[in-house]
């Protein structure tokens, strides 16, 4: 699998999706061309082309605090005989850390699912009773870990630096974290959700070596959006997606470029499609609908061809 980016396996996928993106964009690129940003040499912005070609869209389910060992169990099989290779996106559970290690298991020889916890302490380890640590977590096999998900932010007081300890601690351990940023509705009708978003995601990267951003990832969640079933418009997560872009691209341009930013809030098999084909949306963070096999694969199958406005 790849790291954050381009998988080399995708071969043939890979070139019939640049195809398309060459064909969708060749107007814009013939527009660009006469009318480049400052400092951008022809030959930078047709690499910024292909780079966003090669995100790989990731689709992560976060059963949060679901499920059973027969609940797992059935789920698993169910999305590894319903997955296929030829699909271009990646796709991730994060059960609860208890079934990390059995799903893990079920996973070891398949391509085809990635595994992602969802918390880690911010210690390498000590006396920090029910607390897991990041490099257990690794050793379990994960590849994500989920931080400063608003329901740790609302229900156990995890504040914007603590979430910027734990990402680092995961990245420490060379897993990606998928940092979680986002707004209340009382903020966004405030139009405070800009700031918020950007002041959570300052937090992270004031701490993020900027030469690792290449294994980070962003999951854009607007609180109102989560399990409430009124998901944000593509154009609303779009706006967002776009500010979080600019903010990395202000730590490392380059990885920027390469950095997935997921939405999440109330996504289903019905309207994942919308959301994904919008240019800076590189995947999905699930909850609910990551607990059917049949809406998970679904939107898992609908991220495998990247669309374009
Ligand atoms: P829902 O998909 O249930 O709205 O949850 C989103 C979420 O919180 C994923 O982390």
């Given amino acids: 699998m790849a790291d954050c ?36 040499t022809s030959e930078k912005f047709y690499v910024s082309i292909i780079t966003i070609a090669m995100r790989q869209k990731i689709i ?65 380890s000590g006396a920090y009773t029910g607390e897991i640590s990041a490099s257990m977590l690794k050793e379990l096999g994960c590849r994500y870990v989920i931080t400063g998900h608003s329901e740790r932010r609302q229900y156990y007081g995890e504040a914007d630096a603590e979430v910027a300890r734990k990402s680092l601690a995961v990245s420490n351990q060379g897993m990606v974290p998928i940092a979680c940023v986002g707004e209340t ?8 959700a800009r700031a918020v978003v950007e002041r959570q995601l300052d937090a992270v990267l004031n701490l993020f070596p900027a030469d690792r951003l290449e294994k980070f990832a962003v999951a ?39 950095c997935p930013i997921l939405y999440g809030g109330s996504v289903n098999g019905a309207n994942a499609a ?11 963070l699930i909850g609910g609908a990551s607990l059917k096999s049949d809406e998970f694969l679904k939107i898992y199958n609908e991220a495998g061809w990247r669309k374009f406005i």
Avoid at 185 to 192: D, G, K, M, V
């Fill in 5 to 40: 980016g381009f998988d080399p396996k995708i071969g043939k996928k890979f070139w019939i999706q640049l195809s398309q993106v060459y064909k969708s964009l060749y107007l814009k690129i013939l527009w660009y061309k006469v009318s480049l940003p400052e400092g951008w």
């Fill in 60 to 124: 992560v389910g976060n059963w949060k605090m679901h499920g059973s060992c027969s609940f797992a169990r059935s789920l698993m099989q169910d999305l590894l005989q319903g997955g296929s290779e030829s699909v271009s996106a990646e796709m991730v559970v994060c059960p609860p850390a208890v079934y990390l290690q059995y799903v893990s298991e079920m996973i070891a020889d398949s391509n085809l699912i990635s595994l992602g916890a969802q918390n880690a302490s911010e210690h390498p």
């Fill in 185 to 192: 509705l009382t903020e966004r009708q405030n139009h405070q």
């Fill in 220 to 258: 854009y969640e607007p609180v109102w959006a989560i399990g409430t079933g009124q998901v944000a418009t593509p154009d609303q997560a779009q706006e967002v997606h776009e500010w979080i872009r600019l903010r990395l691209s202000e730590k490392n341009s380059e990885s920027a470029q390469r």
């Fill in 274 to 284: 919308s959301i994904l084909a919008k240019s800076d949306i590189d995947g999905c």
